[in-house]
């Protein structure tokens, strides 16, 4: 998953635009329209559990981020 944390770990040539994508998706997150993953039982976000539960929520936010937020940068 695309984190801060991630991002400071990339290369510097990259960094700019790995910015706009997690701005975008926080902001697609906030309007509702893509869905954030989410928290387990210990307060942190576990991509792999989720995504074998509901994979179908994946596959609609990944549409929705990719066509309507990223495409646009």
């Known amino acids: 998953m695309l984190s ?5 770990h990339m290369p510097a040539d990259v960094q700019p635009l790995a ?3 997690l701005e975008s ?9 893509v869905i954030a993953t989410p ?8 991509f792999v559990p989720a995504a074998l539960s509901c994979y ?6 990944y ?4 066509y309507g ?5």
């Open 63 to 66: 549409d929705a981020l990719l």
């Open 39 to 46: 928290l387990n039982s210990i307060g942190q976000r576990s």
């Open 25 to 33: 998706r926080i902001r697609a997150e906030g309007r509702g329209d």
């Open 4 to 8: 801060s944390e991630v991002i400071e």
């Open 19 to 21: 910015k706009q994508i």
């Open 56 to 61: 179908d929520r994946y596959a609609r936010t």
């Open 69 to 73: 937020e990223i495409a646009e940068l």
